[in-house]
């Protein structure tokens, strides 16, 4: 029986690095994931795994040999005048650098998951700058931590666990004794039920609560009507700010309950400002709950080499940066490309009914680990490899600290040994249909 130790869970954006595999035949034993990691870690040994190219010759999907898959797939590239390159979150920094540097070649457009996930939230940084830390550094300090707009106990389940509210840290050596739980969500969730303090505020009112949580930090009263418009008391607000005034050090973890709903990345941008001038009172932190293992990956590395974090497009040569023209769902709904490249993401599933309907009209080829609605759409599936369980890499974790991952096995492939080997072939072999 081969045991490995400090694997990385490639689900969500805590990328928990200390699951244990035991990996015998068949049989996969995995320790100190969550549910959502096990259910992954278990695809490896799935019976539905995609384990040769497919492509689709008179309407139907039928197996063919990986070098006619790979020509298929860089003819759909290199023959579009404006393809979409979109890069899942499941998947390595390193294969997404490829996509976005294709694009780049081809005048496409360069899209990810943030683009219907935590992208608001992206603007709003861009618009106001963020307080941040490490997990660690909160791990360590934070006798306050707010959920806001977020569930973690649902949907990045240790992240309570390993870095916000029960480990013992060093000036929080009692853990959760130590720690202040409130959260901040119109429903009464798992997460609210375990925390301290739960304002359970109108839906889409986080913008007027922020403000008047503002206005009090001024030193000022908030209009009377913001108890109607929010369904929290002035008092509540009240007590909550000098929770978040006199602790030691707060973080705040905003979810998509802030990005999604009304005001979108106007209200990340207040949440941004309030921990600002939390700071002038003590030490206060923000940072998103990266839903998508690597998602914070793509925005790092779209910013370090083209200078936007998302939905760019290279029409013109050049990056440009227009979120609601140049996003994914936008080029899909406006039928703005004429063709598409989806890596470890199944779009057809989370994008709106038109774009999948768009996604079927269009050529479009995907590489991914298992069938889909999208694989059932595509003109060319490539079987993925599983970043983290076959392959080393380098995910970036919810609060942007690059985690490099190594395999317990390998590539079950013998064409490929990653992702990012089959985004270097299908590049190479779309330089050459064009010549270059
Ligand atoms: S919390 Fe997230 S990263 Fe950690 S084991 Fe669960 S799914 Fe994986």
Not at 60 to 76: F, Q, Y
């Amino acid at each position: 029986m081969m045991v490995t130790k400090n694997i990385v869970c490639p689900v969500c954006g805590a990328s928990c690095d200390d699951i244990q595999v035991e990996l015998e035949g068949q049989g996969l034993t995995v320790r100190n994931a969550c549910k959502m990691g096990n259910a992954k870690f278990q695809e490896v040994v799935s019976p539905h795994r995609i384990k040769e190219p497919l492509v689709r010759v008179d309407g139907d999907l039928r197996r063919a040999s990986w070098d006619e898959a790979i020509e298929m797939t860089a003819r759909i590239l290199a023959n579009s005048e404006r393809p979409l390159l979109f890069m899942g979150s499941e998947t390595s920094t390193e294969a997404m650098e490829v996509g976005i540097h294709m694009a780049e070649f081809l005048g496409g457009i360069a899209d990810s998951n943030s683009t219907v996930c935590h992208g608001p939230t992206t603007m709003g940084i861009q618009e106001a700058g963020r307080v941040g830390a490490t997990a660690g550094q909160s791990k360590s300090r934070a006798d306050l931590t707010v959920y806001w707009g977020s569930n973690p106990l649902e949907s990045m389940p240790r992240h309570m666990s390993r870095y916000a509210v029960y480990p013992r840290g060093y000036w929080t050596q009692r853990g959760r004794f130590d720690r202040t739980v409130i959260c901040v969500d119109p429903r009464r969730s798992i997460t609210a039920e375990n925390a301290d303090l739960h304002i359970q505020l109108n839906p889409n009112t986080d913008y007027e609560l922020l403000s008047a949580l503002l206005t009090l930090l001024h030193g000022k009263r908030p209009h009377q009507t913001v108890e109607e418009v929010t369904g929290v008391s002035i008092s509540e607000m009240e007590r909550m700010l000098e929770m978040m005034k006199s602790c030691n050090y707060g973080a705040i973890y905003v979810g998509l309950g802030i990005a999604s709903s009304y005001g979108k990345h106007r209200n990340a941008e207040l949440a941004f400002n309030l921990v600002k001038e939390l700071n002038s009172h003590t030490k206060f932190v923000i940072g998103a709950l990266r839903g998508h293992c690597n998602v914070a990956g793509f925005n790092q590395i779209a910013s370090y080499l083209y200078g936007f974090p998302f939905g760019l497009d290279f029409a013109r040569g050049y990056p440009r940066y227009n979120p609601g023209e140049y996003t994914a769902v936008d080029v899909l709904r406006d039928r703005d490309v004429d063709a598409a490249f989806i890596l470890s993401a199944d779009l057809v599933s989370h994008f709106p009914a038109a774009c999948s309907e768009y996604l079927a009209q269009i050529p479009v080829a995907c590489i991914d680990i298992a069938p889909c609605p999208t694989t059932m759409i595509s003109d060319v599936v490539l079987p993925g490899v599983i970043d983290a369980m076959e392959c080393d890499g380098t995910f970036y974790r919810l609060d942007d600290v690059p985690i490099y991952f190594q395999p317990f096995t390998s590539s079950p492939f013998s064409f490929t040994e990653s992702n990012v080997d089959t985004m270097n072939q299908i590049f190479k072999r779309v330089k050459r249909i064009k010549g270059k």
